[in-house]
Protein backbone atom coordinates (compact mmCIF):
# COMPACT_ATOMS: atom_id res chain seq x y z
CA UNK A 1 0.00 0.00 0.00
CA UNK A 2 1.09 3.73 -0.89
CA UNK A 3 3.04 5.26 2.63
CA UNK A 4 3.93 9.05 2.79
CA UNK A 5 6.14 9.38 5.34
CA UNK A 6 7.21 12.85 6.88
CA UNK A 7 10.86 13.50 8.52
CA UNK A 8 12.80 16.60 9.57
CA UNK A 9 10.32 18.55 12.12
CA UNK A 10 12.18 19.51 15.60
CA UNK A 11 12.36 22.27 17.83
CA UNK A 12 14.01 25.35 16.52
CA UNK A 13 14.72 29.09 17.74
CA UNK A 14 13.18 32.02 15.91
CA UNK A 15 14.93 33.10 13.00
CA UNK A 16 16.25 29.84 12.61
CA UNK A 17 15.78 27.35 9.65
CA UNK A 18 14.45 23.50 8.92
CA UNK A 19 14.09 21.26 6.35
CA UNK A 20 11.13 19.09 5.82
CA UNK A 21 11.03 16.14 3.93
CA UNK A 22 8.30 13.21 3.10
CA UNK A 23 8.63 10.22 0.63
CA UNK A 24 6.35 7.84 -0.89
CA UNK A 25 6.76 4.62 -1.49
CA UNK A 26 4.53 1.33 -2.30
CA UNK A 27 2.94 0.58 -5.83
CA UNK A 28 3.50 4.30 -7.47
CA UNK A 29 2.11 4.59 -10.95
CA UNK A 30 2.39 8.24 -11.42
CA UNK A 31 2.13 11.59 -8.71
CA UNK A 32 0.60 14.44 -9.30
CA UNK A 33 -0.12 17.61 -6.68
CA UNK A 34 2.04 17.20 -3.86
CA UNK A 35 1.67 19.60 -0.76
CA UNK A 36 2.29 20.76 2.77
CA UNK A 37 -0.40 21.27 5.16
CA UNK A 38 -0.07 22.28 8.81
CA UNK A 39 -2.26 22.59 11.66
CA UNK A 40 -1.89 24.18 14.89
CA UNK A 41 -3.20 23.40 18.07
CA UNK A 42 -7.32 24.96 18.37
CA UNK A 43 -7.07 25.44 14.77
CA UNK A 44 -8.07 24.27 10.90
CA UNK A 45 -5.40 22.89 9.18
CA UNK A 46 -4.03 24.81 6.15
CA UNK A 47 -2.32 25.08 2.81
CA UNK A 48 0.93 25.69 3.38
CA UNK A 49 2.31 25.07 -0.32
CA UNK A 50 1.70 23.17 -2.83
CA UNK A 51 3.79 21.63 -5.88
CA UNK A 52 2.20 20.18 -8.98
CA UNK A 53 4.02 17.47 -11.21
CA UNK A 54 5.63 20.30 -13.67
CA UNK A 55 7.12 21.89 -10.61
CA UNK A 56 4.59 24.91 -10.75
CA UNK A 57 4.07 26.18 -7.19
CA UNK A 58 1.93 27.93 -4.81
CA UNK A 59 2.49 29.44 -1.16
CA UNK A 60 0.06 30.70 1.75
CA UNK A 61 0.64 34.56 2.15
CA UNK A 62 1.82 33.55 5.69
CA UNK A 63 4.83 31.75 4.44
CA UNK A 64 6.03 33.71 1.07
CA UNK A 65 9.44 34.54 1.00
CA UNK A 66 10.20 32.03 3.60
CA UNK A 67 8.91 28.78 2.76
CA UNK A 68 10.23 26.65 -0.44
CA UNK A 69 8.70 23.34 -1.79
CA UNK A 70 10.60 21.21 -4.21
CA UNK A 71 10.15 17.60 -5.32
CA UNK A 72 12.62 14.79 -6.62
CA UNK A 73 10.08 12.92 -8.96
CA UNK A 74 12.80 10.21 -9.43
CA UNK A 75 12.67 9.39 -5.43
CA UNK A 76 9.08 10.52 -5.10
CA UNK A 77 10.03 12.88 -2.45
CA UNK A 78 8.94 16.55 -1.44
CA UNK A 79 10.58 18.87 0.53
CA UNK A 80 9.83 21.89 2.49
CA UNK A 81 12.42 24.34 3.28
CA UNK A 82 11.25 26.57 5.93
CA UNK A 83 13.58 29.85 7.05
CA UNK A 84 13.18 32.64 9.05
CA UNK A 85 10.85 30.45 11.35
CA UNK A 86 8.38 32.24 13.76
CA UNK A 87 6.44 31.16 16.96
CA UNK A 88 3.30 30.88 14.44
CA UNK A 89 4.76 28.41 12.39
CA UNK A 90 4.74 26.30 15.03
CA UNK A 91 2.15 23.44 14.04
CA UNK A 92 1.71 19.70 13.07
CA UNK A 93 3.10 19.56 9.38
CA UNK A 94 1.57 17.17 7.34
CA UNK A 95 2.40 16.08 3.45
CA UNK A 96 -0.17 14.74 0.70
CA UNK A 97 0.22 14.25 -2.70
CA UNK A 98 -2.42 12.43 -5.00
CA UNK A 99 -1.35 9.02 -6.74
CA UNK A 100 -2.41 6.95 -8.73
CA UNK A 101 -1.34 2.85 -7.83
CA UNK A 102 -0.89 0.15 -9.66
CA UNK A 103 -1.49 1.11 -13.86
CA UNK A 104 -4.19 2.86 -13.56
CA UNK A 105 -4.59 6.49 -14.16
CA UNK A 106 -6.63 7.52 -11.07
CA UNK A 107 -5.59 10.16 -8.71
CA UNK A 108 -6.41 9.46 -4.90
CA UNK A 109 -5.12 11.60 -1.71
CA UNK A 110 -3.08 10.10 0.43
CA UNK A 111 -1.56 11.62 4.26
CA UNK A 112 1.05 11.43 6.05
CA UNK A 113 1.23 11.00 9.85
CA UNK A 114 2.30 14.49 10.39
CA UNK A 115 5.95 16.02 11.77
CA UNK A 116 5.87 18.57 14.28
CA UNK A 117 7.58 21.65 14.27
CA UNK A 118 7.84 24.00 17.34
CA UNK A 119 9.17 27.63 17.22
CA UNK A 120 10.62 28.61 20.66
CA UNK A 121 12.89 30.65 22.44
Known amino acids: QVQLVESGGGLVQPGGSLRLVCAAS????????MDWYRQAPGKQRELVAS???????NYADSVKGRFTISRDNAKNTVYLQMNSLKPLDTAVYYC???????????????WGQGTQVTVSS
Open 51 to 57: ITGGGST
Open 26 to 33: GPIFSIDA
Open 96 to 110: SAKIAVGGTAIFYDY
